[in-house]
């Protein structure tokens, strides 16, 4: 099987990442059967200053007609509002209709403290994103509105996934010589004490969509979303797959990102049926760009969870196993997690690994 990838290395270390996970692709043993080509396309805040807008129309039809999955760097942003400049990674959720976030969270068998491996599922399309906000005069001083919107449909095809993904996990940790967790578990995150009609809605679909018989194996959990936060940080390690909407999601999904230590190694996917954009949860991080020393293991993490929901779970484990053994033996590790080694090595010992 061939596939086409796009890669889209936007500003920073995007550019120092990205290139770095096209090589992992092409590195993959060959007993795999996989092969891949790729397309350059071009996104982001030098983008913008070049060409007056931060997201080309040639980016999206590309990717749309040509390409399998992509790997998205990370992009800058203005520190002033620039006019015309909006992020290219909310459009691209748009456009290509990328109605979920994945974002897992997990430490290494040689981290200490219990093992944590969870998956935070962020519906990526509506709730307060949809960004229809109103402001009034009042004789009170102003007044500012926002519509929160949740669809039965949004709710349900997210619930889906989030139980489609809870079985693919159960069935790698199944394979693997010691598997942590009997069951796969979902929990499904709200506030609908609160907003009984949007959140209600949420939670009412999603527990619909996960009584399908195909999930009759995944135990169904609810939280409200900020005992959900609280749980998250007091005991990580009991959670498997976290379903969120849009916004609980967001703030979810970063926060649990700082229960692994460096940002440099968290990875996320957005996700379609049949398409998925890997994207190292990272921004572009002027204050190490062009140094060679930005970690690529969130971007390395983000081309096997790529890889994963386009069909290809064997080259996924294959990555991640290489990555958590460079990790675990801790000898070639970049500065941001006390080593001195540079993107290029911590590249080769994963290569090395696979
Ligand atoms: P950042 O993630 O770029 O950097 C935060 C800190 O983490 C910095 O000290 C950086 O050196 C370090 N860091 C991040 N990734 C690393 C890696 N792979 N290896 C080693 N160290 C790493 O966030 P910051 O500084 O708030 O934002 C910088 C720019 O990135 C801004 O223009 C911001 O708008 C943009 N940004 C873009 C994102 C995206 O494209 N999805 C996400 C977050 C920020
Ligand atoms: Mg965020």
Not at 316 to 322: D, N, Q, R, S, V
């Amino acid at each position: 099987r061939t596939l086409r990838i796009g890669l889209i290395p936007g500003d920073g270390i995007g550019r120092e990442v990205i290139p770095a996970g096209r090589r992992l692709l092409e590195s993959l043993p060959s007993s795999l059967n996989l092969k891949f080509s790729f397309v350059d396309l071009d996104a982001g805040f030098d983008t913008f200053k070049r060409t007056g807008t931060a997201l080309p129309d040639k980016t999206v039809e590309v990717l749309k007609k040509e390409c399998d999955g992509a790997l998205f760097g990370a992009v800058s942003s203005p520190t002033t509002k620039v006019a015309g400049y909006s992020s290219p990674i909310v459009a691209l959720r748009k456009k290509l209709d990328l109605y979920a976030n994945v974002r897992p969270v997990k430490t290494t068998a040689g981290s200490s403290g219990e093992p944590i491996d969870l998956v935070i599922v962020r519906e990526n399309t509506e709730d307060l994103y949809v960004k229809e906000e109103r402001t009034h005069d009042t004789p009170e001083g102003k007044v500012a509105e926002a519509i929160k919107r949740i669809s039965e449909r949004a709710s349900s095809r997210i619930a889906t996934m989030a139980g489609e993904i809870a079985l693919r996990r159960q069935k790698i940790r199944d394979a693997a010589p010691v598997s942590t967790r009997s069951k796969p578990m979902v929990t499904i995150t709200h506030k609908s004490n609160v907003l009984s009609q949007t959140d209600g809605l949420f939670r009412e679909t999603a527990r619909k969509a996960l009584a399908a018989e195909r999930f009759a194996s995944v135990v169904k959990e609810e939280q409200i979303v900020d005992s959900m936060v609280y749980k998250i940080f007091r005991q990580p390690e009991y959670y498997d797959v976290i379903v969120a909407p849009n916004l609980y999601g967001d703030i979810l999904s970063d926060g649990a990102a700082a229960l692994v230590g460096s940002l440099g190694l968290v990875p996320s996917a957005n996700v379609t049926d049949g398409f998925a954009i890997g994207e190292p949860c990272h921004g572009s991080a002027p204050d190490i760009e062009g140094k060679g020393i930005a970690n690529p293991i969130a971007t390395l993490r983000s081309v096997a969870l790529m890889l994963e929901f386009l069909g290809e779970e064997a080259a996924a484990a294959k990555i991640y196993t290489a990555v958590d053994a460079n990790l675990d033996e801790g000898k070639l590790l970049s500065p941001d997690l006390g080593g001195k080694a540079s993107t290029e090595e911590v590249l080769n010992d994963v290569l090395k690994r696979l």
